[in-house]
């Protein structure tokens, strides 16, 4: 998995850093020009991100500085640029549901983590999983709502039952998730490709992930 975060303080800098401590790979998105680290405390991150193989970009040209409608606006790329979202914690107007709201409107996942009722850090995350966020309490719930807890082997010995079954399968096998990209690629009549999902469905060799997207089970 590559982690995509802002660089910011907090959860945005402990993501960055456990990532790297696993031997994976980061991204940075800066809400200023990539001549100016902000935060400045986190310049030694940026380095290390940048060392380990990591990438910091921006839309932002130089001498940008870290204006507070940056950080909005830069949120949307993080979403644009992941398979999913994971909101670890959120007031009831933070910034993050922002976010959220991006990945939403570009058909990504989106997941939180449950809080305490009587934290007001827990509000924004408690009334995404209401919503109908996946709920996210460790690492297996990440891995399997992608996906990817399967190996590739296990993939591999999935077989349609029809050539049109057979013809899903293997789009999907080769990465593709979201279901109109497979039904694209299909060049399946609708109404058969929706037939057809239905039957993998049934015989347990597909599943749904949410927000339009599935995955060989």
Known sequence: MTIVSGLALGADGIAHQACLDAGGRTIAVLACGLDTIYPASHRNLAIEILKKGGTIISEYPENTPALKQNFVARNRI??????????????????????ANFALEQNKLVGAVPGQITSTLSIGTNNLLKAGAHVITGADDVSNILGIQASEKDRQDVFGDTAEEQLIIDIMKKGVTDLDQIQAQSNL????????????????????LGANHWIIK
């Open 78 to 99: 993080v979403s644009a640029l992941s398979d999913m979202i994971i909101v670890t914690e959120a007031a009831e107007a933070s910034g993050t549901l922002i976010t």
């Open 189 to 208: 009549d609708p109404a058969i490709f929706s037939q057809t999902i239905t039957m993998l469905e049934i015989s347990d060799k597909v599943r749904p």
